[in-house]
């Protein structure tokens, strides 16, 4: 256990959540129950879904507070995943400027979890 490898969000329709997230990962999930979904990432990293609707979640927090990362290894490819995401129709909360540590753009899920595209710094 030296590493973190898996990293879940709460989400209102696990279903919902699933095709949203295979059209923006280009795969189908690696584990998919009714109300818990996961997909690899690199590294042997992890993205779970799990729907807050499952009879045995439980959280004491609400909001969302982080983002999760998609880095690239060139602006072109943060310019081109702006693109994409336009055209799935992903909402855009921050368009693509610069920010200290580069080029980004922030576009938001079905339940508002935050996205950022960046290289990494």
């Excluded at 990362?69 to 994409?84: K, S």
Aim: proline share 4%.
């Amino acid at each position: 256990m030296n590493h973190s490898n898996l990293f879940v969000l709460y989400v209102a329709d696990a279903a919902r959540s699933r095709v949203f997230y295979e059209q923006l990962l280009q795969k189908a999930p690696t584990s998919d129950f009714p109300f818990f979904v996961s997909f690899e990432l690199s590294n042997h990293s992890h993205l779970g879904l799990w729907s807050e609707q499952a009879a045995n979640f439980q959280s004491g927090g609400s909001g969302h507070r982080m983002e999760v990362g998609f880095l690239v290894d060139t602006e072109a490819l943060v310019e081109a995943a702006y693109q994409r995401w336009q055209a799935l129709g992903i909402a855009i909360e921050q368009p693509l400027a610069r920010a200290v540590f580069g080029l980004t753009f922030v576009g938001l899920d079905p339940d508002g979890h935050r996205l950022r595209v960046c290289m990494p710094d």
